[in-house]
């Protein structure tokens, strides 16, 4: 299993949206509606933002979505707020004994 | 409310064993699975493994197989992560993560749990 590949780093303005890309192939991201996005500020634990490629749990708000196409899925956040500005890690299931496999995760800078 | 609590940070020295804990809280502790994931200095997030505690059905990475054992006692609703022989690149924050009931996703964390094996 491979790693997801994600950009490294990502900017936007206050106000402004930013797409993140996440790209895996047809045996993890391609092949199941299973992708997941986690915010991670320094320090601190993962959180969970988006399931099940679209899904928001109760809590995070809606500027934040998921999406897919192929074999590539994506997280956008419009209305970009400096408390946005953490590290991104995308996350799909891998298709066997309950794997999953992460993405090397994304810096978000609000600048 | 759901909380996942782990054990606090250790430091020990290559070839030690280690046992670190998340005590789950606030949820049939029985009913979700519990996975692990590594994060190492700097680095992304990585998954280990993770354990059913109704039945003990443990599942792990490739990369980690044989390196770590994860086990659960579902009396005390703690699920385990364990090394019988630590090396340096051992170091690493662990995260233990429950995954909800449908899909592959982790809904609620632990807090982390700072590994450190230096001579």
């Known amino acids: 299993q491979s790693a997801l590949t994600q950009p490294r780093s990502v900017s936007g303005s206050p106000g402004q949206s930013v797409t993140i890309s996440c790209t895996g192939t047809s045996s993890d991201v391609g092949g199941y509606n299973y992708v997941s996005w986690y915010q991670q500020h320094p320090g601190k634990a993962p959180k969970l933002m988006t399931y099940?490629?679209?899904k928001r749990p109760s809590g995070v708000p809606d500027r934040f979505s998921g999406s897919k196409s192929g074999n590539t899925a994506s997280l956008t956040i419009s209305g970009l707020q400096a408390e946005d500005e953490a590290d991104y890690y995308c996350?799909?299931?891998?298709?066997?004994?309950?794997?999953?496999?992460f993405g090397g995760g994304t810096k978000l800078t609000v600048l | 409310e759901v909380q996942l609590v782990q054990s606090g940070a250790e430091v020990k020295k290559p070839g030690e064993s280690l046992k670190i804990s998340c005590k789950g809280s606030g949820y049939p502790f029985t009913s979700y699975r519990i996975g692990w994931v590594r994060q190492m200095p700097g680095k992304g997030l990585e998954w280990m493994g993770i354990i059913y505690p109704g039945d003990s059905d443990t599942r792990y990475s490739p990369s980690f197989e044989g390196q770590v054992t994860i086990s659960a006692d579902k009396s005390i609703t703690t699920a385990y992560l364990q090394w019988s022989s630590l090396k340096a690149s051992d170091t690493a924050m662990y995260y233990c993560a429950r995954r909800k009931q449908d899909g592959y996703s982790f809904d609620y964390w632990g807090q982390g749990t700072l590994v450190t094996v230096s001579s």
């Open positions: 099940d490629v679209t």
């Open positions: 996350c799909s299931y891998a298709g066997s004994y309950s794997s999953v496999v």
